[in-house]
């Protein structure tokens, strides 16, 4: 099918280089350019520019006229700016998320046909969706209208806690229903949709969350699938543990189809009677900014020639996904947009003899169904492996979400143009697919091997389609087409890009000596740090028609060595080559002699090894074993979560949320990206978005009296910028203030900032150069962990030692879902309101107030609820805080902060890293004598809560009897953004390194590393030796019965003898198995609480502790329940939806204190609880005077009422201090994990992992069940998936969701079975219960 390449395009010797932005002006132009341009002009003003976008948006309908919105808006900003939508929700701005999933339905008048699918609207610009429909989670269900089925159904399962990605899950999911109720699979049962489960395990991946680890959301979208087994799901409010009949009629009805008008009646017969109408203006104005859209390849060209873009920077786009594309996203604003998918060439689907082309605007969904339906039709019975591959392949790029508008041509394009890691172009190459170009008048076939040759192209090329050949085999020479694509990816499913990706083509034939050969070989290898894909042509010539003995596949291996040769800063090189040699070794082996691959053997009829035993395609199950007390009701009971519903259908309001008060600045942080050195100056490129920038406000804008102040703790203050002097790469310098969110954000990225490091000392970036500059933060002596026995004497009883060996963690970034944020509102008399979504809102009013210089008393902090936190919304969220009551204070006029991810990820900080030593003295048997640790913590430039650190990492590191412990843990101070607290800080670290030193002295003994761990167990006697304070009686010490209780029910010995077996049979792949047990300190702190009945008998609710997503609102719910109760004897459960909890006011309710640590949900319950016991007290005296009088019942609200007559005073408000017994204590808990890795990739699959918990008489079961299988996917985050990555300056590079990579539904224990025991009374806590 290819034509040789013209002379024109092939001759080109000049380099790639990426293109700056388009400007129309530069393009080539003919003698007779005035009069075409005129002639031009006229043609395609009337007939492409687009001057109003019409849509729906949840059954209502917008109109916009072009000259109000600016072209490069995206659909989520119109829904969020525009709209009293709120429940689409900006989590990256890169289709990384899923947080701002919508559906979008299209409609087709001439076969009355509705096409839905899921999109992410961060990267849909707003322009695009002219004419369709969109629905987000508020148009499924809502306060006002009921909530939707799946609404419902993610709240019962305990599927949603911080709330901000639950939005995005349900449309995901609402799609999928949809889409699956629309095929023609039989019908299900009532209830029921025609979604299978295995579709359903799939229904939202790319959808992240950082707080449920997933496995309720599974859960509540599998109770949709046809073929579900209702007893496999996990716990829910719709029937008990034990309930005989887990039946769908007790789950939220749902009806086939999803039950939602997607398309409403108004827009269609808009469609239809005036479709040609709509956009057809003949009294055009040409305006600066503008949508184009052609509707044919001439009137595309018309436009270039048009004269129209002159001086303007235009951007050519389909679906604009590139937008969100690392490395490639638009860093300016552009004034003019041609759309081209409405050009028809672009669209087409043609089937040919030799192959099928496919137009290049085709969303890749689209490709892929089409490649299926090539796959298995009847024409085309030889191209199926080619096809069927092709579709699986492209199913694992990007999400459904972004594939779903993102087109093939595009991602071509992007990867012709720049060195993009592309999919598509290494399968399409291996493939041998061609391409059709079109250049002005000219229509052009050539390879894509030679597009990707040529110089990057230009708006003057348009890509018309893509044609991919069938390879049929030849039953003359018998030869059968064989057909391989590879990918080695942070994730196995998609939402990640390739580390390296190949595809292998060729036919086998078989010798008359019966010797496999192979021939026509396309070995097609990209993403691994190459300019663009390339065919490994040495190794195909070497291998073609060659027998496959061991030298011949060496002989391969080498040449492919010297052909894969990354690009100069690739990350992971050595990595992704040894991945192209195992993709090549698995390719062949199947057909090599004498060598035993990770394949199957083949015979000729073999066309591609099969995967079915991947583990990846395990089903995913999990058992939730909780227990319920029934001593407190309805504390204990697992009741879904507070305001649940309100989460998923986007109703619950975020900081983001809250309507730009009038004139409302936006602000964006500019940074340094030099770890040390003088600001000289702040500059602005000249550029579009440059012009936004209304004012930069910086240290100098502190009034006096205030102080640049942006972070504080008892340790000590950060600034809020570093002035004169930048202090660390990450630093805020200043702030630029524009009319918008995106325009403040795209300013941002025009700063140029002038350095000079004249006489400053070279910075300190790791812990080595701290120690060699000596620079500690002091650790005060009350502070810093107290050593345990006589190390020397351990030693000397030792009869084996490990010297001084080195362990190292590196830190972890947060990833919450919702970035740092706050809105600042002067008010009158110099006085502010900030709302911020922070953990520690009280520390907030003062920093605030210290930096603006006015009391405490003039500044309000409000806190309703926070889209995840995870310890990076305590000291790290002042900075934002401060910012932009600074910006709002000098400016006076509100000024909102909402981060973009990238810069949250720079500044933000996260987990500390850490480097260790250990020396380690040990008996034959495995019992451990005397253990010595040099640690050093890399805090960063501030001292924040480091000087903590020491403390919680021994208190971790504890959970094992040492025998003697000693240690020297410094805290260097270093030119690094500051780490803070996240997740168990320090505990997480200190486990791992004792973890790793058992794992040590098992190998160093030979001996199996749980003999080891369990001779190390502490004795109730020595646990009380190494947890002086916190080690409780002896018989809350039940680490023992938890370990062995685990031991049994995840049949460890079972498992641990069958995985030996395992590893005997294969050589490529290998699992382990590994068990742990946890001690976890937790100190409660104390808290405020105030209860108020108002006249109706309604209850209101304050606390100190913030809802960040671990159902701490829940808990209080239930404990003023409970506490009201005791009134009753039967208590007062259906008081629970009378209960209202209020949002954090630093100025209603003072000493809110600290949300963290574990505690601040069992503090808030203690400080209800002492408030509603003075309420009981106060009532006790009504309710007996009402009961004399009646002498029956006496309802809540009579009593109310008659308190109200007697002038009782029914608010009440409690400080809850923790008593000397329950100042500290310890939880304790285990975990067992088997993991599978595939030798050849390094690719790892998390089997099964189990674990126990104890959560002394748990205060909702079903709350802490899910922050135990959070966080531990968390963990694994940690552990497995996540690189926070700096450059040489410590300027964070892992700065987006392409390159950080937190776990998705894809990366958890394909079996995760969890178990929250009750273990009874502890008298010292709360109602028995424990952080
Ligand atoms: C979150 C995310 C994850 C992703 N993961 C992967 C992945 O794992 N693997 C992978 O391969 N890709 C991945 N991609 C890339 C994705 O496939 C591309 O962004 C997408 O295909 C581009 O198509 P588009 O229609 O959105 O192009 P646009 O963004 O509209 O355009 C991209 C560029 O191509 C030009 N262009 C588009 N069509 C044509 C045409 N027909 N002729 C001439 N020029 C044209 C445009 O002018 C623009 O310069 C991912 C993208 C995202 C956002
Ligand atoms: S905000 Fe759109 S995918 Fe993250
Ligand atoms: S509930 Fe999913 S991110 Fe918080």
């Given at each position: 099918c290819a034509s040789s390449l013209p002379a024109r395009l092939s001759s080109s010797s000049y380099s790639r280089h990426l293109n700056p932005p388009f400007l129309v002006s530069s393009l080539a132009r003919s003698p007779r350019w005035t009069e075409r341009r005129r002639l031009a002009k006229w043609r395609s003003m009337g007939s492409t520019r687009l001057e109003k976008v019409v849509f729906a948006l949840n059954g209502g309908r917008y109109e916009v006229a072009g000259a109000d919105v600016h072209p490069g808006t995206t659909l989520l900003e119109f829904i969020r700016t525009r709209t009293p939508f709120t429940g689409t929700k900006l989590g990256?701005?890169?289709?990384?998320?899923?947080?701002?999933?919508?559906?979008?339905?299209?409609?087709?008048?001439?076969?009355?046909?509705?096409?839905?699918?899921?999109?992410?609207?961060?990267?849909?610009?707003?322009?695009?969706?002219?004419?369709?429909?969109?629905?987000?989670?508020?148009?499924?269900?809502?306060t006002k209208d009921g909530f939707h089925s799946i609404q419902k159904r993610m709240s019962g399962f305990h599927a949603s806690q911080c709330g901000f990605c639950t939005p995005g899950m349900c449309m995901s999911i609402f799609t999928s229903l949809a889409n699956a109720d629309k095929s023609k699979k039989p019908q299900p049962q009532k209830g029921f949709s025609k979604l299978t489960v295995s579709e359903a395990e799939k229904a939202f991946s790319g959808n992240m969350c950082r707080c449920t680890g997933y496995r309720p959301i599974v859960d509540a979208c599998k109770s949709f699938a046809s073929d579900v087994d209702l007893e496999d799901l996990g716990l829910n409010v719709f029937w008990k543990k034990g309930d005989k009949h887990a039946d769908v009629s007790k789950l939220p009805d749902y009806t086939l189809g999803g039950g939602v008008c997607t398309f409403p009646d108004f827009l269609k017969s808009e469609i239809k009677s005036s479709l040609h109408h709509l956009n057809d203006d003949s009294d055009v104005t040409v305006s600066r900014e503008g949508w184009y859209h052609p509707k044919s390849i001439e009137q595309y060209y018309d436009l270039l020639n048009s004269g129209l873009f002159s001086d303007c920077t235009v951007k050519v786009v389909v679906a604009n996904t590139s937008s969100g594309v690392k490395g490639y996203k638009d860093q300016d604003l552009y004034n003019k947009y041609i759309d081209i998918g409405d050009i028809p060439e672009l669209s087409a689907i043609c089937k040919k003899d030799g192959g099928i082309e496919i137009g290049a605007a085709t969303p890749i969904s689209k490709t892929i169904e089409i490649l299926e339906q090539e796959a298995g039709s009847k024409s085309s019975p030889n191209g199926s492996v080619v096809f069927r591959k092709l579709a699986e392949h492209m199913s694992k790029v990007a999400t459904p979400f972004v594939r779903n508008t993102a087109s093939i041509g595009g991602n071509i394009i992007l990867a012709q143009k720049y060195p993009f890691p592309s999919d598509i172009v290494t399968i399409l190459l291996g493939a041998a697919s061609t391409v059709r170009l079109q250049v002005y008048s000219e229509t052009l076939e050539?390879?894509?091997?030679?597009?990707?040759?040529?110089?990057?192209?230009?708006?003057?090329?348009?890509?018309?389609?893509?044609?991919?050949?069938?390879?049929?085999?030849?039953?003359?020479?018998?030869?059968?087409?064989?057909?391989?694509?590879?990918?080695?990816?942070?994730?196995?499913?998609?939402?990640?890009?390739?580390?390296?990706?190949?595809?292998?083509?060729?036919?086998?034939?078989?010798?008359?000596?019966?010797?496999?050969?192979?021939?026509?070989?396309?070995?097609?290898?990209?993403?691994?740090?190459?300019?663009?894909?390339?065919?490994?042509?040495?190794?195909?010539?070497?291998?073609n028609g060659e027998v496959l003995t061991p030298s011949v596949v060496l002989d391969a291996v080498r040449l492919l060595r010297e052909t894969i040769v990354p690009m100069e800063g690739t990350s992971h090189a050595e990595y992704r080559i040894s991945v192209a040699v195992a993709f090549l070794f698995s390719f062949l082996s199947p057909f090599a002699k004498g060598i035993k691959g990770p394949g199957k053997t083949a015979s000729i009829g073999y066309a591609s090894s099969s995967d079915t035993d991947d583990p990846c395609n395990l089903p995913l199950s999990s058992r939730r074993d909780t227990v319920s007390s029934d001593d407190h009701k309805p504390v204990g009971e697992p009741i879904k979560k507070y305001a649940v519903e309100l989460q998923a259908s986007g109703e619950a309001v975020y900081v983001d949320d809250i309507p730009a008060p009038k004139n409302c600045l936006y602000g964006e942080f500019i940074y340094s990206t030099q770890p040390l050195a003088y600001v000289k100056n702040i500059k602005f490129k000249p550029s579009l978005a440059s012009e936004k920038v209304l004012t930069v406000v910086s240290a100098k804008d502190i009034p006096s009296g205030g102080q640049n102040i942006g972070s504080s703790f008892m340790f000590g203050d950060e600034p809020l910028f570093g002035s004169p002097v930048a202090e660390y790469a990450g630093q805020a310098l200043g702030v630029v203030i524009a009319e918008t969110q995106r325009y403040a954000n795209l300013a941002g990225k025009q700063v140029v900032v002038e350095y000079d490091t004249k006489d400053l000392k070279p910075p300190i970036l790791t812990v080595e150069q701290a120690v060699q500059n000596n620079s500690y933060f002091e650790v005060p002596p009350g502070k810093y962990p107290k050593q345990v026995g006589d190390f020397s004497k351990g030693m000397a009883e030792a009869d084996h030692k490990i010297l001084s060996t080195e362990v190292k963690l590196a830190s972890q970034y947060y990833f919450y879902m919702e970035t740092q944020t706050a809105l600042a509102i002067p008010d009158e008399d110099n006085t502010i309101v900030v709302y911020s979504s922070s953990q520690y809102p009280e520390l907030a009013q003062s920093v605030i107030a210290r930096c603006l210089g006015i009391p405490f008393s003039n500044v309000r902090v409000i806190t309703r609820r926070v889209g995840g936190g995870f310890g990076g919304k305590a000291f790290r969220s002042y900075t934002v805080a401060t910012a932009a009551a600074l910006c709002a204070f000098k400016l006076r006029r509100p000024v909102r902060m909402y981060l973009n991810r990238s810069t949250d990820m720079i500044m933000i900080g996260g987990r500390h890293p850490i480097k260790a030593y250990y020396t380690v003295g040990f008996k034959s048997n495995g019992r451990i004598t005397a253990l010595h640790l040099d640690i050093?913590?890399?805090?960063?430039?501030?001292?924040?809560?480091?000087?903590?650190?020491?403390?919680?990492?021994?208190?971790?590191?504890?959970?094992?009897?040492?025998?003697?412990?000693?240690?020297?843990?410094?805290?260097?101070?270093?030119?690094?953004?500051?780490?803070?607290?996240?997740?168990?800080?320090?505990?997480?670290?200190?486990?791992?390194?004792?973890?790793?030193?058992?794992?040590?002295?098992?190998?160093?003994?030979?001996?199996?590393?749980?003999?080891?761990?369990q001779k190390n167990f502490h004795t109730y006697d020595s646990l009380v030796q190494f947890y002086p304070e916190s080690a409780g009686e002896a018989s809350t010490y039940t680490l023992h019965s938890i370990f062995n209780r685990l031991l049994t029910t995840s049949s460890y010995l079972h498992r641990a003898e069958s995985i030996k077996h395992f590893n005997n049979c294969n050589k490529w792949r290998k699992r382990g198995i590994s068990c742990a047990p946890l001690i976890f300190k937790v100190a409660p702190r104390p808290a405020p609480g105030r209860v108020s009945v108002l006249n109706d008998g309604s209850i209101v609710v304050e606390v100190g502790g913030i809802e960040v997503g671990q159902g701490l609102w829940t808990k209080v719910q239930q404990m003023t329940v409970f506490a009201l109760g005791q009134l009753w004897p039967d208590g007062s459960e259906y008081l629970l939806d009378r209960v209202r909890l209020l949002q954090a006011d630093t100025l209603n309710l003072i000493q809110g204190g600290l949300t963290a640590g574990s505690t601040s949900s069992e503090s808030s319950c203690a400080a209800t609880l002492e408030a509603c016991n003075m309420l009981v007290e106060r009532l006790k005296p009504v309710m007996k005077k009402l009961k004399q009088q009646s002498g029956g019942a006496v309802s809540w609200d009579a009593l109310i009422a008659q308190a109200i007559t007697d002038n009782v005073n029914l608010s009440s408000s409690a400080y809850w201090v923790p008593g000397q017994e329950s100042s500290t204590y310890l939880n304790y808990g285990a975990a067992i994990s088997e993991v599978e890795i595939d030798v050849l990739t390094g690719a790892i699959t998390l089997l099964r992992s189990d674990l126990v918990y104890d959560c002394g008489k748990s205060l909702n079961p079903a709350v802490d069940l899910g922050q135990i299988e959070g966080s531990f996917i968390q963990g694994i985050g940690f552990f497995i998936n996540e690189e926070h990555e700096t450059n040489a300056d410590g300027l964070v590079v892992s700065d987006s969701t392409w390159v950080y990579k937190i776990p998705s539904v894809d990366t958890i224990p394909k079996q995760f079975n969890v178990e929250v025991l009750n273990t009874g009374y502890h008298k010292n806590r709360v109602l028995s219960s424990k952080g």
């Amino acid at each position: 099918c290819a034509s040789s390449l013209p002379a024109r395009l092939s001759s080109s010797s000049y380099s790639r280089h990426l293109n700056p932005p388009f400007l129309v002006s530069s393009l080539a132009r003919s003698p007779r350019w005035t009069e075409r341009r005129r002639l031009a002009k006229w043609r395609s003003m009337g007939s492409t520019r687009l001057e109003k976008v019409v849509f729906a948006l949840n059954g209502g309908r917008y109109e916009v006229a072009g000259a109000d919105v600016h072209p490069g808006t995206t659909l989520l900003e119109f829904i969020r700016t525009r709209t009293p939508f709120t429940g689409t929700k900006l989590g990256c701005g890169e289709g990384g998320c899923g947080a701002c999933v919508v559906l979008i339905a299209t409609y087709n008048p001439t076969k009355d046909e509705v096409t839905e699918f899921s999109a992410s609207s961060c990267l849909t610009l707003l322009y695009n969706i002219n004419l369709c429909s969109v629905i987000t989670t508020e148009g499924l269900g809502n306060t006002k209208d009921g909530f939707h089925s799946i609404q419902k159904r993610m709240s019962g399962f305990h599927a949603s806690q911080c709330g901000f990605c639950t939005p995005g899950m349900c449309m995901s999911i609402f799609t999928s229903l949809a889409n699956a109720d629309k095929s023609k699979k039989p019908q299900p049962q009532k209830g029921f949709s025609k979604l299978t489960v295995s579709e359903a395990e799939k229904a939202f991946s790319g959808n992240m969350c950082r707080c449920t680890g997933y496995r309720p959301i599974v859960d509540a979208c599998k109770s949709f699938a046809s073929d579900v087994d209702l007893e496999d799901l996990g716990l829910n409010v719709f029937w008990k543990k034990g309930d005989k009949h887990a039946d769908v009629s007790k789950l939220p009805d749902y009806t086939l189809g999803g039950g939602v008008c997607t398309f409403p009646d108004f827009l269609k017969s808009e469609i239809k009677s005036s479709l040609h109408h709509l956009n057809d203006d003949s009294d055009v104005t040409v305006s600066r900014e503008g949508w184009y859209h052609p509707k044919s390849i001439e009137q595309y060209y018309d436009l270039l020639n048009s004269g129209l873009f002159s001086d303007c920077t235009v951007k050519v786009v389909v679906a604009n996904t590139s937008s969100g594309v690392k490395g490639y996203k638009d860093q300016d604003l552009y004034n003019k947009y041609i759309d081209i998918g409405d050009i028809p060439e672009l669209s087409a689907i043609c089937k040919k003899d030799g192959g099928i082309e496919i137009g290049a605007a085709t969303p890749i969904s689209k490709t892929i169904e089409i490649l299926e339906q090539e796959a298995g039709s009847k024409s085309s019975p030889n191209g199926s492996v080619v096809f069927r591959k092709l579709a699986e392949h492209m199913s694992k790029v990007a999400t459904p979400f972004v594939r779903n508008t993102a087109s093939i041509g595009g991602n071509i394009i992007l990867a012709q143009k720049y060195p993009f890691p592309s999919d598509i172009v290494t399968i399409l190459l291996g493939a041998a697919s061609t391409v059709r170009l079109q250049v002005y008048s000219e229509t052009l076939e050539v390879t894509l091997e030679e597009f990707l040759e040529q110089p990057p192209s230009d708006p003057s090329t348009l890509l018309l389609s893509i044609f991919i050949p069938h390879w049929a085999s030849d039953s003359q020479k018998e030869s059968k087409v064989i057909f391989e694509t590879y990918r080695a990816a942070p994730r196995p499913l998609g939402n990640a890009v390739s580390y390296i990706n190949s595809a292998m083509l060729g036919h086998v034939s078989q010798k008359s000596c019966g010797d496999l050969v192979l021939s026509n070989l396309h070995m097609a290898f990209g993403a691994y740090g190459t300019e663009h894909a390339i065919r490994a042509t040495k190794v195909e010539q070497h291998l073609n028609g060659e027998v496959l003995t061991p030298s011949v596949v060496l002989d391969a291996v080498r040449l492919l060595r010297e052909t894969i040769v990354p690009m100069e800063g690739t990350s992971h090189a050595e990595y992704r080559i040894s991945v192209a040699v195992a993709f090549l070794f698995s390719f062949l082996s199947p057909f090599a002699k004498g060598i035993k691959g990770p394949g199957k053997t083949a015979s000729i009829g073999y066309a591609s090894s099969s995967d079915t035993d991947d583990p990846c395609n395990l089903p995913l199950s999990s058992r939730r074993d909780t227990v319920s007390s029934d001593d407190h009701k309805p504390v204990g009971e697992p009741i879904k979560k507070y305001a649940v519903e309100l989460q998923a259908s986007g109703e619950a309001v975020y900081v983001d949320d809250i309507p730009a008060p009038k004139n409302c600045l936006y602000g964006e942080f500019i940074y340094s990206t030099q770890p040390l050195a003088y600001v000289k100056n702040i500059k602005f490129k000249p550029s579009l978005a440059s012009e936004k920038v209304l004012t930069v406000v910086s240290a100098k804008d502190i009034p006096s009296g205030g102080q640049n102040i942006g972070s504080s703790f008892m340790f000590g203050d950060e600034p809020l910028f570093g002035s004169p002097v930048a202090e660390y790469a990450g630093q805020a310098l200043g702030v630029v203030i524009a009319e918008t969110q995106r325009y403040a954000n795209l300013a941002g990225k025009q700063v140029v900032v002038e350095y000079d490091t004249k006489d400053l000392k070279p910075p300190i970036l790791t812990v080595e150069q701290a120690v060699q500059n000596n620079s500690y933060f002091e650790v005060p002596p009350g502070k810093y962990p107290k050593q345990v026995g006589d190390f020397s004497k351990g030693m000397a009883e030792a009869d084996h030692k490990i010297l001084s060996t080195e362990v190292k963690l590196a830190s972890q970034y947060y990833f919450y879902m919702e970035t740092q944020t706050a809105l600042a509102i002067p008010d009158e008399d110099n006085t502010i309101v900030v709302y911020s979504s922070s953990q520690y809102p009280e520390l907030a009013q003062s920093v605030i107030a210290r930096c603006l210089g006015i009391p405490f008393s003039n500044v309000r902090v409000i806190t309703r609820r926070v889209g995840g936190g995870f310890g990076g919304k305590a000291f790290r969220s002042y900075t934002v805080a401060t910012a932009a009551a600074l910006c709002a204070f000098k400016l006076r006029r509100p000024v909102r902060m909402y981060l973009n991810r990238s810069t949250d990820m720079i500044m933000i900080g996260g987990r500390h890293p850490i480097k260790a030593y250990y020396t380690v003295g040990f008996k034959s048997n495995g019992r451990i004598t005397a253990l010595h640790l040099d640690i050093l913590i890399n805090a960063g430039i501030s001292p924040d809560a480091s000087p903590l650190m020491p403390d919680t990492m021994m208190s971790g590191l504890k959970k094992y009897n040492w025998g003697a412990l000693s240690f020297d843990i410094k805290v260097c101070k270093t030119n690094n953004t500051s780490k803070s607290v996240m997740r168990a800080p320090g505990d997480t670290q200190g486990s791992f390194i004792a973890e790793a030193i058992i794992e040590h002295v098992a190998s160093v003994l030979k001996l199996d590393a749980n003999t080891v761990r369990q001779k190390n167990f502490h004795t109730y006697d020595s646990l009380v030796q190494f947890y002086p304070e916190s080690a409780g009686e002896a018989s809350t010490y039940t680490l023992h019965s938890i370990f062995n209780r685990l031991l049994t029910t995840s049949s460890y010995l079972h498992r641990a003898e069958s995985i030996k077996h395992f590893n005997n049979c294969n050589k490529w792949r290998k699992r382990g198995i590994s068990c742990a047990p946890l001690i976890f300190k937790v100190a409660p702190r104390p808290a405020p609480g105030r209860v108020s009945v108002l006249n109706d008998g309604s209850i209101v609710v304050e606390v100190g502790g913030i809802e960040v997503g671990q159902g701490l609102w829940t808990k209080v719910q239930q404990m003023t329940v409970f506490a009201l109760g005791q009134l009753w004897p039967d208590g007062s459960e259906y008081l629970l939806d009378r209960v209202r909890l209020l949002q954090a006011d630093t100025l209603n309710l003072i000493q809110g204190g600290l949300t963290a640590g574990s505690t601040s949900s069992e503090s808030s319950c203690a400080a209800t609880l002492e408030a509603c016991n003075m309420l009981v007290e106060r009532l006790k005296p009504v309710m007996k005077k009402l009961k004399q009088q009646s002498g029956g019942a006496v309802s809540w609200d009579a009593l109310i009422a008659q308190a109200i007559t007697d002038n009782v005073n029914l608010s009440s408000s409690a400080y809850w201090v923790p008593g000397q017994e329950s100042s500290t204590y310890l939880n304790y808990g285990a975990a067992i994990s088997e993991v599978e890795i595939d030798v050849l990739t390094g690719a790892i699959t998390l089997l099964r992992s189990d674990l126990v918990y104890d959560c002394g008489k748990s205060l909702n079961p079903a709350v802490d069940l899910g922050q135990i299988e959070g966080s531990f996917i968390q963990g694994i985050g940690f552990f497995i998936n996540e690189e926070h990555e700096t450059n040489a300056d410590g300027l964070v590079v892992s700065d987006s969701t392409w390159v950080y990579k937190i776990p998705s539904v894809d990366t958890i224990p394909k079996q995760f079975n969890v178990e929250v025991l009750n273990t009874g009374y502890h008298k010292n806590r709360v109602l028995s219960s424990k952080g």
